[in-house]
């Protein structure tokens, strides 16, 4: 792990200066320059000072390494069946409810849908890779078909149905996380 890179990361990323950091953690402006440039190391106490000043911690900033995965296989995913609404569901992405949005693969069997979900924040994104489906929101139904795209604020009660003659796929993706 390159330290120096990643507290310089943390550093810029709450806006701070090498002055600013150094003056919240007791250090001076030098120091702080040698260790982003990795010319030092710093001891146990003072990397949890600076972490603390970065609102961090030692455990959080030595997971990051295993938390950038960037490309993820079919063994990563996890899938969903709901034979009564006759739905599959699948996270792309693992553990994807601490992120920003959460991607998922949703396919509907003929005359299948979602759970009606309840109004909540965010905003959902979809698009249709076969088949057709309608969107519905609060009493009003958007059809949506293969190679076109949906986008919506979630402050609305909404699920999503196939109302079409073949199997529906779509990418759906919440933001936040809601799925």
């Known amino acids: ?5 990643e507290l310089k990361r943390l550093r810029q990323m ?26 030092t190391s710093p001891a146990i106490s003072t990397l949890t000072t600076l972490l603390q000043c970065l609102g961090s911690d030692l455990s959080e900033f030595f997971s990051k390494e295993t938390d950038n995965q ?26 994807s409810q601490k992120n920003d949005m959460e991607p998922v693969m949703l396919e509907l069997e003929i005359s299948g849908q979602t759970e009606i979900d309840e109004p ?21 139904e958007y059809k949506v078909k293969k190679g076109q795209s949906f986008y919506y604020q979630a402050d609305e009660p909404h699920y999503i149905l196939n109302d079409g003659k073949k199997k529906a796929k779509l990418l759906w993706v919440s933001s936040p996380p809601f799925f």
Do not use: C
Not at 1 to 5: A, Q, V, Y
Not at 14 to 36: M, P
């Open 120 to 140: 909540h924040t965010g905003e959902e994104f979809g698009y249709v890779l076969d088949g057709s489906i309608k969107v519905v929101l609060a009493e009003k």
């Open 70 to 95: 960037i490309v993820f296989t079919v063994s990563d995913m996890v899938t969903k069946e709901d034979e009564h609404l006759k739905n599959a569901m699948t996270w792309l992405v693992p553990n």
């Open 14 to 39: 709450n806006g701070l200066t090498q002055q600013e950091l150094a003056d919240r953690a007791e250090l001076t402006k030098g120091y702080i320059s040698q260790l982003e440039g990795n010319l």
């Open 1 to 5: 792990m390159d330290i120096g890179s």
